[in-house]
């Protein structure tokens, strides 16, 4: 840095995901001067979109949208971003622990091993979730009894069935890329709630796996930060944050910015990076600490045409092997001119497939497709992987999930309250699709009126 460059602004926001840029859309279009920093050389945060030498687009981050996903469709149709509907014809495939192997189609949803038993367990979630107070989550009833134990805790307690078991941990490492015995089981009641229920998340047709977007998920973002009078400066982490009752200021290695108020929308685990002057207080740090990353990895593998759907296989699989895939689907384009199958390795199964020689840890997931869709797909034309657990900004994903005591002990101060001039978004501070684009697009325009209110600004619809 040869000369600090300083700069004043209204707002100034931190991240360039969908919550910081629906933040500064909203802030922008009621006239504010809004800076928005962002650390990485894109925008989009954990929505990631790449081109790869086989011409075909991936999305390494999110993919999927979902029909109740208000916000997400509402901007994605005015910014002109189209979706089509998840591939789910043929037969879905389960690989058990024991290697057998079972199938079924969208239409029979009740075949399979345990699944009598599941569905009865999370009818009871269901029921259970209905109850929680997504606004004041610790106003619900049973909130501090629901957060003393864990998931796991309350399955056990729940069903002695094994193959029930396996299938409630896989549904646990699918939505929340964590296992059951590190989460608090009321998060699992307060994310079930802010979806719609169980159903919501895990199924596809009409559901959070409904449809993919034609261009990728970050197109929506790209279209929302051009759009932005100020743009976004990339590659500008932002160090520390010095605030007080009269405003922030921002410091990066390339300069200061001097604002009214901050918006902070990077992922929990991501505010450890930042240094606060003075520092956060305890419950923000507390709540900080009972809020890892779940641990993903999507993998990527291209075939010259979706070879498996001739075959009446659907591509959707789901394995309760040793094999460290969860679940692979079917991301073939929509025209279908290439097939394209996409692995998720998630929890536990992350931390051993990482840390294997490059090698070994793409023969495994090239083993657990030919499996699922036959010795054609151990021999792709392109393979890329992602393990959001090594990206330095994010540290995981899909979301942060709390830990057993978090949301009793730090939850009501902690989550979301904003601290002094400091306000907080992302996803995580979501009341409705928490963990979601959705949920980040509508914390970036709650924590948006926040500042408007605190600044007394007449906010304008977006
Ligand atoms: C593998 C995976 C699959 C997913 N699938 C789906 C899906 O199908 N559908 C769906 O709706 N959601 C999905 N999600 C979740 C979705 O991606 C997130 O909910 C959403 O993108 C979060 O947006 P955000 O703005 O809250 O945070 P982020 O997207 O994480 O944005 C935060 C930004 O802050 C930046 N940043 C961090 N530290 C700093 C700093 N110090 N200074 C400046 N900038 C900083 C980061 O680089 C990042 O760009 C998935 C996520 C993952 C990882």
């Known amino acids: 840095?040869?000369?600090?460059?300083?700069?004043?602004?209204?707002?100034?926001?931190?991240?360039?995901?969908?919550?910081?840029?629906?933040?500064?859309?909203?802030?922008?279009?009621?006239?504010?001067d809004v800076v928005v920093l962002e650390a990485g050389d894109r925008v989009g945060g954990r929505a990631f979109s790449e081109v790869l030498p086989s011409g075909v687009r991936v999305d390494h981050g999110a993919q999927w949208i979902g029909p109740s996903q208000k916000r997400f469709h509402d901007l994605a149709a005015r910014f002109g971003c189209t979706t089509f509907p998840t591939w789910e014809t043929g037969r879905h495939v389960e690989v058990w622990h024991d290697g057998t192997r079972t199938d079924h189609s969208a239409d029979?949803?009740?075949?399979?091993?345990?699944?009598?038993?599941?569905?009865?367990?999370?009818?009871?979630?269901?029921?259970?979730?209905?109850?929680?107070?997504?606004?004041?989550?610790?106003?619900?009833?049973?909130?501090?009894?629901?957060?003393?134990?864990?998931?796991?805790?309350?399955?056990?307690?729940?069903?002695h069935d094994n193959d029930a078991q396996r299938r409630l941990a896989l549904a646990v490492q699918g939505v929340w890329c964590c296992e059951p015995r590190e989460i608090s089981f009321f998060h699992v009641l307060f994310y079930l709630a802010s979806a719609g229920g169980f159903e919501q998340l895990m199924e596809t047709s009409g559901c959070a796996q409904d449809s993919r977007f034609a261009d990728g998920a970050d197109a929506l973002a790209v279209a929302m930060a051009a759009a932005l009078p100020g743009g976004v400066r990339l590659g500008e982490p932002v160090l520390t944050v010095r605030h007080s009752a009269q405003g922030v200021e921002a410091v990066t290695d390339k300069g200061i910015v001097r604002a009214k108020r901050a918006i902070v929308t990077v992922p929990p685990a991501a505010v450890g990076r930042i240094g606060f002057e003075p520092a956060l207080p305890m419950a923000r740090r507390g709540w900080a600490g009972h809020t890892p990353m779940g641990r993903v990895?999507?993998?990527?593998?291209?075939?010259?045409?979706?070879?498996?759907?001739?075959?009446e296989r659907s591509g959707i699989a789901t394995l309760f092997s040793r094999s460290p895939v969860g679940v692979v689907f079917d991301n073939s384009?929509?025209?279908?001119?290439?097939?394209?199958?996409?692995?998720?390795?998630?929890?536990?199964?992350?931390?051993?497939?990482?840390a294997a020689p490059d090698s070994a840890r793409r023969a495994d997931v090239l083993e657990a497709l030919g499996e699922v869709a036959g010795p054609r797909a151990r021999m792709p034309i392109d393979y890329v992987e992602m393990a959001w657990s090594e990206d330095g900004w994010t540290m995981g994903g899909y979301e942060c999930f709390v830990t057993p005591g978090g949301w009793a002990e730090y939850g009501e101060h902690g989550w979301r309250r904003a601290t002094g001039s400091v306000?907080?978004?992302?996803?995580?501070?979501?009341?409705?699709?928490?963990?979601?684009?959705?949920?980040?697009?509508?914390?970036?325009?709650?924590?948006?009126?926040?500042?408007?209110?605190?600044?007394?600004?007449?906010g304008q619809p977006a």
């Open 1 to 32: 840095m040869t000369e600090v460059e300083q700069r004043s602004a209204d707002v100034v926001v931190v991240g360039a995901g969908y919550a910081g840029l629906a933040a500064a859309t909203r802030l922008a279009s009621a006239g504010l």
């Open 108 to 159: 029979e949803p009740n075949a399979g091993l345990g699944i009598a038993e599941y569905r009865r367990v999370t009818e009871t979630l269901d029921e259970l979730a209905r109850t929680v107070d997504l606004d004041e989550p610790w106003r619900t009833p049973r909130f501090e009894e629901f957060d003393a134990q864990s998931a796991e805790d309350f399955f056990l307690r729940q069903t």
């Open 297 to 311: 990895a999507k993998i990527h593998a291209v075939f010259e045409e979706p070879f498996w759907r001739k075959k």
């Open 333 to 354: 384009p929509e025209d279908g001119s290439r097939g394209v199958l996409v692995a998720f390795v998630y929890g536990d199964r992350v931390d051993r497939w990482v």
């Open 423 to 458: 306000h907080w978004a992302g996803t995580e501070t979501a009341s409705v699709w928490n963990g979601y684009v959705d949920g980040a697009i509508t914390s970036g325009e709650r924590a948006a009126d926040e500042v408007m209110a605190a600044l007394r600004i007449p």
